[in-house]
C-alpha cells in the first residue's frame, strides 16, 4: 500500500498554487490546506475591526483572540472566522492588497504555522502557501514551487476577479501583485523563497490539467 504524503506547494500569487493543490488532494484522497486564507482571514477581521495594520501589537493581540477553522460543507471547503462562513469575503482586491501587511508579522505567523502543522500532522495533506517548503513543513515528501511570469499570474486574477463580479484595471492589479511579491519576498520572518530541494515548475504556458500531472509524477518518483 502506498504510503501517504505530505506535500507543500509553495509560490507567488496567481501561480496557480490553490487550484493545482485542490485537484491533487482531489486525485490522491488527501486534504488539502489553504494557509493563505488563513492570513486573509485574519486580514479581513483586521480591516472590520478597523486596526492600524502597520501596529503589530494590536493585529497580533486581535489574532490571538481569533479562531480561525476549515469545515467541509457539502463537498465544499469553507473557510469559517469565529464561527462565521468568510469563503468569498476573504477573495476581494481589498484583502488581497492588505494581507501581506498582517502575513510580516511574527506573533501572528507563530499562531498560524502552529495550527498549520497541527492539521497536517496525520500525513494524505496537500498544503499551498509561501513558506509551506521552507518553514511550516520542512521534512515534507514532496516540495514544489510554482511560478509563472507576472504577466501570466496578473492574467488569471483579472480573471478570476472579474468572474466573481469585481472589475480592476489590469495595470493597476499587475502593480498591486508586484508589491505584494515584494513585501512577502523580503519580509523578515519566513519570507517567500523556494526551498533548495523543492522541483520548480514554470505554469506560465501550462494548463492546469499539465501542472497537475506534473505533480502526480513527481509523487510517484518519491
Ligand atoms: O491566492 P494568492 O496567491 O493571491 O494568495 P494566498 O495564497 O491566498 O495568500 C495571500 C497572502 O497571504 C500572501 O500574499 C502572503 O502575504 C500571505 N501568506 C503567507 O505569508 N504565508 C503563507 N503560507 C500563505 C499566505
Ligand atoms: O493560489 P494561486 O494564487 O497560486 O493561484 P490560483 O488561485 O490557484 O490560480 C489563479 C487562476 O489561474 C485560477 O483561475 C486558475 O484556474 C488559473 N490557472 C491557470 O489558468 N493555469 C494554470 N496552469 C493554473 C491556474
Known amino acids: 500500500e502506498d504510503k501517504e504524503l505530505v506535500i507543500a506547494i509553495d509560490g507567488p500569487a496567481g501561480a496557480g498554487k490553490s487550484t493545482v493543490a485542490k485537484r491533487v488532494a ?8 489553504d494557509t493563505g486564507a488563513m492570513y486573509r482571514a485574519l486580514t479581513l477581521k483586521a480591516l472590520k475591526q478597523g486596526l492600524n495594520l502597520a501596529d503589530e501589537d494590536e493585529v497580533a493581540a486581535m489574532a490571538k483572540e481569533t479562531e480561525v477553522k ?9 473557510v469559517i472566522l ?18 501581506s501587511l498582517v502575513a510580516k508579522i511574527k506573533a501572528v505567523r507563530e499562531r498560524l504555522v502552529k495550527l498549520q502543522r497541527e492539521m497536517a500532522a496525520q500525513g494524505g495533506v496537500v498544503m499551498d502557501g509561501r513558506d509551506i ?11 514544489v514551487f510554482l511560478n509563472a ?48 530541494d523543492a522541483n520548480e515548475v514554470d505554469t506560465t504556458n501550462l494548463s492546469i490539467s499539465e501542472v497537475v500531472e506534473e505533480i502526480l509524477n513527481l509523487c510517484q518518483e518519491v
Open 26 to 33: 482531489d486525485t490522491l484522497s488527501y486534504i488539502y490546506i
Open 82 to 99: 469565529d464561527g462565521v462562513d468568510v469563503t468569498d469575503k476573504i477573495r476581494t482586491n481589498k484583502v488581497s492588497n492588505n494581507v
Open 149 to 196: 511570469t507576472v504577466e501570466e499570474r496578473t492574467m488569471r486574477r483579472y480573471e478570476d476577479l472579474k468572474e466573481s463580479g469585481e472589475e480592476v484595471d489590469f495595470e493597476k492589479l499587475k502593480e498591486e501583485i508586484i508589491r505584494r511579491d515584494e513585501i512577502d519576498k523580503n519580509r523578515e520572518v519566513s519570507p517567500l523563497k523556494k526551498a533548495e
Open 133 to 143: 517548503g521552507t518553514v511550516v513543513l520542512p521534512d515534507a515528501d514532496l516540495k
Open 70 to 78: 476549515f469545515k467541509k460543507v457539502n463537498e465544499k471547503e469553507k
